[in-house]
């Protein structure tokens, strides 16, 4: 563990509770893509299905169950719970786009041809272009709420973070792993829009709207 | 190459 990946997975976690904490303090899940939340929901589910094969740490079980649950705890809020404030209309991402080629890019490129690690390296290439439909649905709607700008905020820094992270583990430990730095840079990259507005409106206190 | 891959990230 290194000071990168600490705070990363803290601002990962902080990101999942700010949005569940925000559609179960407001009731609503307006402005929230449900379909980017069915995508975390499948990128746990598949990446962490060695809970039932190895431990590693306390820590790595715990925030995974903690990752985990409260992932299908918000999707059951959106879905189920007020469904009645889901804003379908703009939430109009067509996922199979994503979860297709993403699943045959998986099968093609992995470091090893088992069921766990493919649906471990489906999961990574998933999480990378997840959060497609949440901006997607943004640049619809024109606008998000400052308390949802602020949880992609910490969702797009804890990747961010392990890009330093990976950095730091080559460098010390000679550690790296090719197919999650690309990936990661990838889901980066997606954010830096949405960074430039975080800075240059939601951080001088104005609300996001686009067109900028 | 049946490498047993520990993933030791989230």
Known sequence: MNIFRGIAD?????????LLHKIWKSRSCAGISGKSQILFAIV???????????????????????YISCSYATVYLIYMKFRATYDGNHDSFRVEFLVVPVG??????????????????????LESV??????????KTGEAETITTHYLFCLG???????????????????????AIVAGLVQT????????????????????SLPA | KAKLLLHDEL
Request: with cysteine; net charge positive; charged share 15%.
């Open chain 1, 104 to 125: 045959g890019l998986a099968v093609l490129i992995n470091h090893d041809f088992a069921l766990l690690e493919i649906l471990w390296t489906f999961s990574i290439y």
């Open chain 1, 44 to 66: 746990f589910t598949t990446r962490y299905l060695d809970l039932l094969t190895s431990f590693i740490s306390l820590y790595n079980t715990s925030m995974k169950v903690i």
């Open chain 1, 189 to 208: 990259v997606l954010y830096c829009d949405f960074f430039y507005l975080y800075v240059t409106k939601v951080l001088k206190g104005k609300k996001l």
């Open chain 1, 157 to 179: 820094l804890y990747r961010a973070l392990y890009l330093f992270n990976w950095i730091w583990r080559f460098y010390f430990e000679g550690f790296f792993d090719m197919i």
């Open chain 1, 130 to 139: 997840a959060i497609l439909p949440q901006l997607f649905m943004i640049s």
């Open chain 1, 10 to 18: 803290f601002s990962h976690l902080a990101a999942i509770i700010i």
